[in-house]
């Protein structure tokens, strides 16, 4: 049983700053690639940043610079540092985890508000 549980979401004015986790659960976590990925009402769901099994990261052109994407393997955690926060970046944000590009399950994501 794969289970991820997203949480750290909210409501934050413009400028500030959010710290998103996901633990996981049911997976050996240490060899797993992990991904932030939000999803905005009426859009496709988007891959935000990565970062792989020996802690390599991307992110994606929009949030550089503001966001940053960090695990701890010891706590089976990923998290999200959101700063500098845009109304642009409201979204439900998920993780999910993948090990040569196959998809885990999806957590029940979290809920990021920006506006003032």
């Known amino acids: 049983q794969v289970q991820l549980v997203e949480s750290g979401g909210g409501l934050v004015q413009p400028g500030g700053s959010l710290r998103l986790s996901c633990a996981a659960s049911?997976?050996?976590?240490?060899?797993?690639?992990l991904g932030w990925y939000r999803q905005a009402p009426g859009k496709e769901r988007e891959l935000v940043a990565h970062i792989t099994s020996d802690y390599n990261t991307n992110s994606a052109e929009s949030v550089k610079g503001r966001f940053t994407i960090s695990r701890d393997n010891t706590e089976k955690t990923v998290y999200l540092h959101m700063n500098s926060l845009k109304p642009e970046d409201t979204a439900v944000y998920y993780c999910?985890?993948?090990?040569?590009?196959?998809?885990?399950?999806w957590g029940q994501g979290t809920q990021v508000t920006v506006s003032s």
């Open positions: 999910n985890a993948n090990r040569n590009g196959v998809l885990t399950s």
């Open positions: 049911g997976i050996f976590f240490p060899i797993y690639a």
